[in-house]
């Protein structure tokens, strides 16, 4: 059974950086796309990044382009998110996530298998 477990959240200043961490377990990490998705209070959960298993193709959605970075590190069975330029629109609790179907990156929630637990990120205007 896959595990995942998110860690790096925190409260910040806005235009600060965070990086969120996601360590992978229970399956081979390198046969999954992974993504992060964020949940806002009151608002559905969204898709942030993904990142194809070899981490050679990523995705964002538009609000984080240019200031999110998403990787992964097959060795380590970890994927990590660096978060910078923080905006207060940015608060959520964020989750990772896996997708056993590794020949794309899916943006809906129902695409993924498997989800750790979240990691909450606040940020402070």
């Known amino acids: 059974q896959v595990q995942l477990v998110e860690s790096g959240g925190g409260l910040v200043q806005a235009e600060s950086s965070l990086r969120l961490s996601c360590a992978f377990s229970g399956r081979t990490f390198s046969s999954y796309t992974m993504a992060w998705f964020r949940q806002a209070p009151g608002k559905e959960r969204e898709f942030v990044a993904g990142?194809?298993?070899?981490?050679?193709?990523?995705y964002f959605r538009d609000s984080v382009k240019g200031r999110f970075t998403i990787s992964r590190d097959n060795a380590k069975n970890t994927m990590y998110l660096q978060m910078n330029s923080l905006k207060p629109e940015d608060t959520a609790v964020y989750y990772c996530a896996a997708d056993r179907n590794n020949l794309r990156i899916a943006t809906m929630v129902s695409s993924y298998d498997y989800w750790g637990q979240g990691t909450e990120v606040t940020v402070s205007s």
């Open positions: 990142i194809r298993n070899q981490g050679l193709v990523t």
